[in-house]
């Protein structure tokens, strides 16, 4: 059987500017029988700073990311990648907006490629153009590799 273990879920959330102290305390009476909840809003730069810890399962896990993503999804004005550690693993929680959470998981999924392309010394050259710009030919990606013997792979 699983073992509870540390868990530690922080960042901070852009936030309308109606956010209500109600609102916040909701959340914290959910998440507070289960673990300790710090969450703070800046009335200035419309955020709210979030710290949920605890030794907890993973099922407890699950629970407060699911209620910190339906908080995320009523009341913030954009997305936002959340540092959640459990087990002494580190992931990102994309929260928020649904639109522009798909965004910034897209664009994790693209930097963690070319981040395997550049481990692999390649080099390469990235040509980014608006959906709208005209249009150059039928390529949509186009990749050159050196060889050792000069040989150019199209």
């Known amino acids: 059987m699983e073992e509870p273990a540390r868990y530690v879920l922080s960042g901070a959330l852009p936030v309308q500017d109606d956010l209500e102290d ?29 710290r949920v810890s605890g030794t907890l399962m993973r099922d407890d896990v699950r629970y407060i990311e699911q209620r910190v993503e339906r908080f995320a999804e009523e ?27 798909q965004c910034l998981i897209k664009l994790g ?23 709208n710009a005209t249009a150059r030919g039928d390529r949509l990606m186009s990749v050159s590799v050196e060889t050792d013997n000069d040989r150019r792979i199209w």
Not at 26 to 37: E, M, P, Y
Not at 80 to 100: F, H, P, R, Y
Request: hydrophobic share 45%; net charge negative; aromatic share 8%.
């Open 75 to 101: 009341n913030a004005r954009a997305a936002a990648i959340l540092l959640s550690e459990w087990n002494c693993e580190t992931s990102e929680l994309v929260v928020g907006m649904n639109w522009d959470a």
């Open 109 to 131: 999924a693209v930097q963690e490629q070319l981040a395997k392309l550049s481990e692999q010394y390649f080099d390469f050259l990235l040509r980014l153009e608006p959906a």
């Open 22 to 50: 109600e609102q916040l305390d909701r959340v914290s009476r959910h998440l507070g029988g289960i673990a300790t909840v710090y969450l703070r809003h800046d009335e200035v730069a419309h955020t709210v700073s979030l």
